[in-house]
């Protein structure tokens, strides 16, 4: 331990990768407050442009499976992290996280990097690896390749990860306050062993100082080891909601779940499926031995019912720091932009309205970055609703992910099935469509103010079809666009001048204060 304290007076230097999503996203304020510094690997790092923490750190372009920019991010780096994955990037993300792990891990060592850190998952003792799910054989494997490698590395393995905004709290939360009687799958009565995300948080920072002669994997879990069920009682009870009743039934396969929790919860079902695949086998921890080097403070790590507690006050509080959607990346770099000319991708359809608004440009403003999740789409709330239907039933993310915070975005926010791909404050929203669609979509809305002073806004639709279907798909929604976009800028411009943005969230933050509240968890 005198090696580790000695270690703890270093200010290292960190690569982070993942620094996007939801683990990553709050893994780097922890850093720097443990004085360390941060330099974020990221393919977009516009997308951490917003974060209140973008200006103390460094951030670099580059992709994990790119052995030059890895290189080149690796630069000068005492502890990498390794928080990405290919999970639901098609059947061949098996072979993506191989190839950008041993890229990672080579590129490690050329640069001299004194220790590796990986977040993995919890995999079950006894069990035959070729009988697992793909997402845990995958996150095995990319374990057992920086473990093989000559850098020394730290291997966390987490079962599900309790914390506002995680994949499997919102799972676990959709589940259990919308169906009061529920028939499941019989992964139901599987025990896992959850932790909660600010437990993971602190054996991440912790493992940057370990010695340099562990290079190993360790089981990180909470206190209390649970099934599905006994987990979403608790939420019901926690919540103030009826006692739930739940039916397993032995038919409803990994896939057939999965489309029913992607129907039921925010969560799409291409998630979804190795989330639930995941829950097949019990995973229990068989060691605690990261306490060793990482120290727990005392009631630490926390119990379920206060991990659960925590989440939820997050989530009444719209203290949501990151979210499960934060990581999605809606299309490759070399996707075209809005604002290209013709010749970088060819046709390049638009619906253009425009009208002068009696509100000031900030009121109108507020109403522009107010938009989606319970505020809603200002036009034919049906069509919204069945455009989103149709989606998640083929697999697509539909408008359930809502919003990370109910009055302001960042770039990178998730918003219902659209993200912020850009946002100038008072000016201008470009939001780039993530439902399923044969081509690119986007939406801007701008608030301008013309030569007479008066404020207008202006809103442009506009789409990149792919083939010929994605030709027709244009013309064949095209007649509907007078009624749903010309609606919505209509709408927009009543709502500024009524002032119904700021009614609207005083009265959800009002519903939110009658609700019961949790257990109280200092912080």
Request: net charge positive; charged share 25%; with cysteine.
């Amino acid at each position: 331990m005198a090696a580790n304290g000695r270690q703890d007076q270093q200010r290292l230097l960190c690569l982070v990768t993942g620094a996007s999503g939801y683990v990553g996203g709050r893994l780097v304020p922890e850093l720097l407050g443990a004085g360390h510094r941060v330099r974020c690997l990221a393919r977009t790092p516009a997308k951490l442009r917003d974060q209140p923490w973008a200006s103390d750190v460094e951030s670099v372009r580059g992709d994990v499976t790119d052995p030059r920019s890895v290189a080149e991010a690796m630069r000068g780096v005492d502890v990498a992290y390794y928080l990405v994955h290919a999970l639901g990037s098609g059947s061949g993300f098996e072979d993506t996280d191989r190839r950008a792990a041993r890229v990672f891990a080579q590129q490690a060592y050329e640069a001299g990097v004194r220790r590796i850190v990986y977040l993995g998952g919890l995999t079950p003792r006894g069990v035959p690896e070729r009988t697992l799910s793909p997402h845990l054989r995958s996150r095995a494997e990319v374990g057992r390749i920086f473990l093989d490698a000559p850098v020394p590395a730290t291997v966390l393995r987490a079962a599900v990860v309790i914390g506002s905004g995680s994949a499997s709290f919102e799972m676990l939360r959709y589940l259990t306050e919308r169906l009061p009687v529920m028939v499941t799958p019989s992964w139901v009565h599987t025990r896992t062993q959850p932790i909660a995300i600010r437990d993971v948080l602190h054996y991440l920072v912790g493992s940057a100082t370990m010695p340099d002669n562990v290079d190993r994997a360790f089981d990180v879990g909470g206190p209390d080891v649970l099934t599905y069920r006994e987990m979403m009682r608790r939420y019901a009870t926690m919540s103030g909601l009826r006692r739930r009743i739940i039916v397993p039934v032995p038919v409803l396969t990994p896939g057939l779940s999965s489309h029913w929790v992607g129907l039921v919860t925010p969560v799409p079902a291409a998630l979804a499926r190795p989330l639930t695949e995941s829950l097949r086998h019990e995973v229990v921890c068989q060691e605690h031995d990261i306490a060793r080097y990482v120290p727990d403070a005392p009631g630490r790590p926390l119990p379920f019912d206060e991990a659960l507690a925590l989440a939820l006050r997050r989530v009444r509080e719209a203290q949501v720091v990151t979210r499960w959607s934060s990581a999605s990346v809606p299309g490759a770099p070399s996707d075209p932009l809005p604002t290209d000319p013709d010749w970088a991708g060819g046709s390049l359809y638009q619906d253009e309205r425009e009208l002068r608004v009696d509100a000031s440009p900030e009121a109108l403003w507020k109403v522009v970055e107010g938009i989606g999740g319970d505020n809603g789409w200002y036009s034919f709330p049906l069509a919204w609703a069945v455009r989103g239907w149709l989606d998640r039933f083929v697999g697509g993310v539909g408008l359930r992910r809502g919003r990370r915070d109910a009055q302001h975005l960042r770039v990178g926010d998730s918003l219902d099935f659209w993200r912020v791909e850009e946002i100038e404050p008072g000016r201008l929203l470009r939001l780039r469509a993530e439902m399923r669609l044969p081509g690119l979509a986007w939406l801007e809305m701008h608030v301008e103010t013309d030569a007479e002073g008066r404020t207008r806004y202006r809103q442009r639709a506009l789409f990149h079809p792919r083939g010929l279907l994605g030709h027709a798909y244009w013309w064949s929604v095209s007649p509907f666009h007078a009624v749903v976009f010309g609606g919505m800028a209509r709408n927009i411009g009543q709502a500024a001048a009524k002032g119904l943005t700021t009614r609207r969230s005083d009265d959800r933050s009002r519903r939110i204060r009658r609700r019961r509240s949790p257990r109280s968890v200092e912080h």
